[in-house]
């Protein structure tokens, strides 16, 4: 990628990333709901997932180019069925049972970042207009896969760190943020299955 770009991917990252999303919203109830501290564990996981995803994503693009999307509708579906599930979880929660904890776990966060559709695209995407016209690399799809981390990772803390902020107004009003956060995830999952 020319480095003429980058204030263009970085951009690009701004408004996709930390745009209203599933990982971005589970990041946000969570901290919401436990504190920064327990949805930390969520936010590893997602870090995790999100490394994993970028890699698998730019070892793809390498091997595959652009016939790797053909295949994406599947994991848009496994990825929406997931967050409709989290979105169910969330909106059954009474907002007070400490053993729901269980729902932001590290496990939870890498499952949402694997099947997150939209930041896999975006990946995709990002790849296909920032490196392929200029490069099939390895070397530079991965070098972009570690900037892409400001859009997931980096993002996902953001969300969660305003959650966190923002909790103590909130802890009043938890049943009413359950419903909120479900009702956004529903949305994310409907949009993902739609677009």
């Known amino acids: 990628m020319p ?39 969520v936010w590893h996981g997602m870090l995790c997932g999100f490394a994993i995803a970028v890699t698998i994503a730019a070892v793809a693009t390498h091997l595959l180019g652009t016939v790797i999307g053909d295949y994406l509708v599947f994991l848009k579906y496994l990825g929406a069925a997931y967050i409709l599930w989290l979105a169910y979880c969330i909106w059954r929660s009474n907002g007070h049972d400490e053993q729901e904890a269980d729902t932001c776990t590290f496990f939870s966060g890498l499952i949402v970042q694997l099947t997150n559709a939209k930041m896999i695209l975006f990946d995709l995407t990002a790849f296909s207009i920032f490196v392929l016209p200029y490069s099939n690399s390895l070397t530079d799809l ?4 570690v900037i892409l981390h400001l859009a997931g990772p980096g993002a996902n803390l953001v969300w969660l760190l305003v959650g966190s902020w923002l909790r103590r107004g909130f802890l009043a009003y938890r049943k009413q943020v359950d419903v909120v956060m479900a009702v956004c995830l529903a949305l994310c999952a409907l949009l993902i299955i739609f677009s």
């Open 3 to 41: 480095h003429s770009l980058l204030p263009t991917l970085l951009l690009y990252i701004l408004i996709v990333g930390y745009s209203p999303g599933p990982a971005n919203l589970y990041s946000l109830s969570c901290s919401l709901k436990y504190g920064r501290k327990r949805a930390l564990r």
């Open 142 to 145: 991965l070098e972009v896969a």
